[in-house]
């Protein structure tokens, strides 16, 4: 039996998927049983360029993994750009982890596509029934969560004492545009 276009593609995409998580730093110290559960409840999400998506202030119940394109984040009702994450990055995470605190449960930034993208997303709810069964990646993405918490906080602070900005998340560079001034960052994080 020949298999249809549509069959192949979407086989390629979750290799590609699989391929994505065991890559990425999000998921780098996870074990393989978590990444193939993992795999079974993400779900695709496609995005055109300039679709928004996920809104500051929101409710925070999912988690994206960008598969393919790039998106900028964006925060305050001016949608000030404070960074951009490409192929490989997670956001939303923080949603992840509500049962920490109330600043969990709303979107911390906006999420805005710059060019198309393929997101691999999980529920809030998907997600803990997997980590109740995974206790040692629960602890990871914990203290993943309250780190990228503190981190966002001091961009937003930047931000909002120095105009418009732009943060290339995950790079070892703040760069301020409003002062010219390049600060190289610790690498210790």
């Known amino acids: 039996m020949k298999k ?22 999000f998921f780098r110290e996870c074990s393989e049983a978590f990444l193939a ?11 055109s360029a ?9 409710a925070a119940d999912k988690l994206f993994c960008l598969e393919m394109g790039q998106v900028d984040i964006l925060i305050g009702k001016d949608l000030v750009k404070v960074g951009e994450v490409g192929e490989g990055s997670v956001f939303g995470e923080m949603a992840m982890f509500q ?5 969990f449960s709303r979107r911390s930034a ?5 060019s198309f993208c393929v997101c691999r997303v999980i529920s809030h709810v998907e997600f803990h029934r997997i980590l109740k069964r995974c206790p040692k990646e629960k602890q990871i993405f914990e203290k993943v969560a309250l780190q990228r918490q503190r981190e966002l906080q001091a961009k937003k602070t930047r931000a909002r004492g120095c ?3 732009s943060i290339p ?21």
């Open 50 to 58: 300039g679709d928004i998506i996920m809104r500051e202030g929101g």
């Open 163 to 165: 105009g418009a900005i």
């Open 110 to 114: 906006s999420v805005k596509a710059a």
């Open 169 to 189: 998340l995950g790079s070892n560079e703040d760069t301020h545009s409003c002062c010219s001034q390049v600060r190289k960052r610790s690498s210790r994080a």
């Open 4 to 25: 249809s276009s549509c069959s192949v593609f979407l086989q390629a995409s979750q290799e590609r998927s699989h391929a994505f998580l065991r890559q990425s730093s």
């Open 37 to 47: 559960r993992l795999m079974q409840d993400l779900k695709a999400e496609l995005f």
């Open 99 to 103: 049962h920490l605190g109330p600043s």
